[in-house]
């Protein structure tokens, strides 16, 4: 059913499998024209209010850095269980974390709707807390949902339904909430 919603409200949704992370890969995102391939092939409106952009896992990671280094393309951003290293200069995606406080203060000039979601059981939940308390202390405005359970498709699939829901809501507040469940 989100996917008529989606396409009704002119959102296309595209599913991209993950690939390994090489620095010239992601530095030439915008360079392999991917928005152009969407939009040519998808019904879109090319605005930044009308687009998008969420990953889990690895792909979260991947959405942290295309969307800080692309601000002007995307109002949401909704990143689930993110693979996240801190204090942000370790581990073995490095090149993401260069001048990322700028890059963000830069893309929240108009704040995003920006989402962190993971599992209270998630190997990746402190790492996720850490840079929501990085967001909170640059008075970067997100949301934070906390689930129960761990690294696992039912979660994500809460997340992306809890994200596509609040894609059309313009009431959406931008402040940071923690949501503990049962």
């Not at 581990?91 to 979601?117: C, D, H, V």
Request: proline share 5%; aromatic share 16%; with cysteine.
């Amino acid at each position: 059913p989100y996917a008529k919603m989606v396409d009704e409200h002119g959102f296309s949704i595209i599913i991209s499998e993950s690939f390994e992370w090489e620095d010239e890969i992601l530095p030439s995102w915008k360079e392999s024209d991917v928005v152009a391939y969407v939009d040519a092939n998808f019904r879109t409106l090319s605005e930044k209010s009308y687009r998008a952009i969420a990953g889990l896992s690895l792909g979260g990671l991947q959405t942290i850095y295309i969307s800080s280094c692309y601000p002007d393309e995307f109002k949401h951003v909704g990143l689930f269980s993110p693979l996240i290293h801190p204090p942000l200069k370790i581990g073995k995606y490095t090149s993401i974390y260069n001048n990322l406080e700028e890059k963000l203060k830069r893309q929240f000039l108009i704040a995003p709707n920006y989402w962190i979601m993971v599992g209270e059981a998630d190997p990746y939940f402190n790492s996720s807390y850490f840079y929501s308390r990085l967001l909170q202390d640059n008075k970067l405005p997100h949301k934070f949902y906390i689930s129960s359970g761990g690294h696992k498709w039912c979660n994500w699939k809460k997340y992306a339904t809890m994200f596509i829901k609040e894609l059309w809501r313009d009431d959406s507040p931008h402040n940071t909430i923690i949501i503990l469940e049962n």
